[in-house]
């Protein structure tokens, strides 16, 4: 499954259109855990030794091909300073999905993302998917989370779970692709329910983005 | 851990980030980590005002405009001498509009922050501020982080540890000690980073407290608990596009586009990042000249100017993308005619009396005495995060929430009245229903809004 890095939405083997998909996504998480390396790494392909600090939010997108159905990600990439904590709902309310980041070499930063977590639980949309991603795992030399006790914190609560490097790559698509798999892709167009994703039509699918980037 | 290992650690932690400062790139030779240390390769040029562009620069300084600025300098050099005379009062507006000579920003800027003032005032209390900051301040692992990735392509900045590098590491601190109700935020980096490029440390430091706590900026209430200049100066924007343009207001709104999700570094920051670096001095020149009504003025003028290009795009990361990322490598006009309508929108939010949004509340402005110290909590020294929310914060964010969900309704409101004249193409356009979905601390009964 590969990404379709040019953020269109037509399929290059000319095959029939697909049904196209659009969800808001929010990257939550303590300072300098690596989420907006993350969104660098799945958006761009890239990585930056000294990603610059997020102020306020960033907002990014890509578009994911599964078998029958485009997944376009709108993903907001928060500030992760407590202080903009109460700026946080801005971002969250109405995302279908989430991912809670913590830096595996730091445990403190597993015990804010659990927090995360529960005010998701509490504030967001009941049918967000949540994903969990203990990040930095290419510093594994350095490690204070354990996998099995991430691993068993997931389970316990429903959510997607992976270790995830954004300096290697590893698992950064994978997780975005599970979270992808995950979500409904309802039918209904502009569908009531905020768990439910927006149905584009063909005329209206994401025009692939020729100028900005 | 028991309380006392986590405070012990919590110790060792802000003395071991200390140590490195102190010791700084030439004493740590081999200790400093690969990732924090990128290599930069030749071939990488440096522009006047110091950053390293990753391309050969294609556009070199015009030898006139060269010529233009040395002539200017002389008549500043000629001005510096008779700063409080009632000419240079009388063309000190017009010539800082022109531009300040970069070579005499480091001046000037002093000069119009009374930075001299306010450091004679204070003797020794950066010294002891830092001081303080280096047994108490909890905000060291923020500012460290902080400090390893602001201007990271600048050659100040570039290396770790450098001398400016540390200096801003120190400002930072100390600043965190002298506003305890501030401590640091994010952000703030940026500020202190500009500084830090025209200043030595302790006037940086200066300065930044200035553009904190003189009512003139004001930033202290962007900055401090909750955000409450940054809800009220959007409130203010939001009235001035309604206003002006409203049909770019519309455009944002079918997107869902909130002011905060575009803008939110143009008040923080005053423009860093969000324009070229040789337009950002420009404002911040006249934002130290005139104060806060520039950063409204700008924040319009920007709109104004990418009006047209704006309604074309007709989608949500088309324009965030737009407004945050291609006006920042190229703003697509030259800083003079940008000044210029700058200079016209002031005079246009002027005429119609919405050129400033009001004196800031007591809320906005230091409550505590400034560089008094109070020794931490220990929940703060140990690092632990609030485990609720405090009142301003639940406020705030009650805002943020209200905010967000009057937009939806808008919207709504809006399908309904013009179901008849548009088509299936705001169908598509998200605008989750404030209804579907009760949330505990947010009512949405109408007297509510009026506080937004």
Known sequence: MATNRSGAAQRPNGAPQTKVCQFKLVLLGESAVGKSSLVLRFVKGQFHEYQESTIGAAFLTQTLCLDDTTVKFEIWDTAGQERYHSLAPMYYRGAQAAIVVYDITNQDTFGRAKNWVKELQRQASPSIVIALAGNKSDLAAKRMVEFEEAQAYADENGLLFMETSAKTAMNVNDIFLAIANKLPKSESVGGGAAGGARRLNDADAPRSSSCCK | ?452
Not at chain 2, 144 to 166: A, T
Not at chain 2, 267 to 276: A, D, I, T
Not at chain 2, 303 to 322: E, G, P, R, S, T
Not at chain 2, 340 to 354: F, G, I, T, V
Request: net charge neutral.
């Open chain 2, 1 to 452: 851990m028991n309380e006392e290992a986590l405070l012990a650690r919590a110790s060792e932690e802000r003395e071991r980030i200390f140590q490195r400062y102190e010791r700084g790139r030439d004493n740590l030779a081999g200790q400093i980590d690969p990732w924090e240390d990128p290599e930069f390769e030749d071939y990488h040029k440096t522009d006047r005002y110091g950053f390293i562009h990753d391309e050969r620069l294609t556009q070199k300084t015009a030898p006139q405009k060269v010529n233009v600025e040395v002539e200017r300098e002389k008549k500043w050099v000629k001005m510096l001498g008779s700063w409080e005379s009632a000419a240079t009062k009388e063309k000190l507006h017009r010539r800082i509009y022109k531009g300040i000579p970069n070579s005499l920003r480091i001046k000037i800027w002093c000069k119009l922050l009374n930075v001299n003032t306010i450091k004679s005032e204070n003797p020794g209390k950066y010294q002891e501020m830092l001081k303080l900051a280096k047994q108490w301040s909890t905000d060291v692992r923020q500012i460290d982080s902080d400090v390893n990735r602001q201007f990271r392509e600048h050659q100040f900045y570039r290396e770790r540890y450098s001398e400016k590098q540390c200096s801003l590491f120190n400002v930072l601190c100390a600043y965190s000690m002298y506003n305890s109700e501030v401590g640091y935020c994010q952000g703030m980096s940026g500020l202190a980073g500009v500084l830090l490029m025209y200043m030595d440390e302790e006037d940086a430091f200066w300065a930044l407290a200035i553009l904190l706590s003189d009512k003139k900026y004001a930033m202290h209430g962007l900055y401090v608990e909750g955000f409450p200049k940054l809800t009220r100066f959007l409130e203010h924007h939001d009235k001035i596009l309604t206003k002006f343009m409203p049909k770019l207001k519309l455009h944002f709104d079918k997107f869902g586009l909130d002011a905060i999700l575009y803008s939110l570094k143009w008040f923080f920051v005053c423009f860093v990042e969000r324009v070229p670096f040789s337009l950002c001095l420009r404002v911040w020149d006249i934002y130290l000249l005139d104060g806060e009504r520039v950063i409204t003025a700008m924040a319009y003028t920007i709109l104004k100017l990418h009006k047209k290009a704006i309604m074309k795009l007709n989608d949500m990361d088309l324009i965030v993308n737009y407004i945050q990322v291609k006006l920042h490598k190229d703003f697509g006009f030259e800083d003079d005619v940008v000044i210029y309508n700058l200079e016209r929108s002031m005079e246009e939010l002027k005429r119609a009396k919405l050129d400033y949004p009001g004196p800031p509340p007591p809320s906005e402005l230091p409550q505590r005495q400034l560089g008094m110290f109070i020794e931490p909590d220990k929940k703060s020294k140990i690092g632990q995060r609030a485990e609720n929310f405090s009142e301003t914060e639940k406020q705030a964010r009650a805002t943020v929430i209200l905010r967000r969900e009057k937009a939806a309704l808008d919207l709504q409101e809006l399908r309904v009245s013009q179901s008849d004249t548009v088509s299936g193409n705001l169908e598509i356009l998200e605008a989750s229903p404030p209804t579907s979905r009760t949330s505990s601390d947010v009512s949405l009964s109408s007297d509510q809004f009026t506080h937004l």
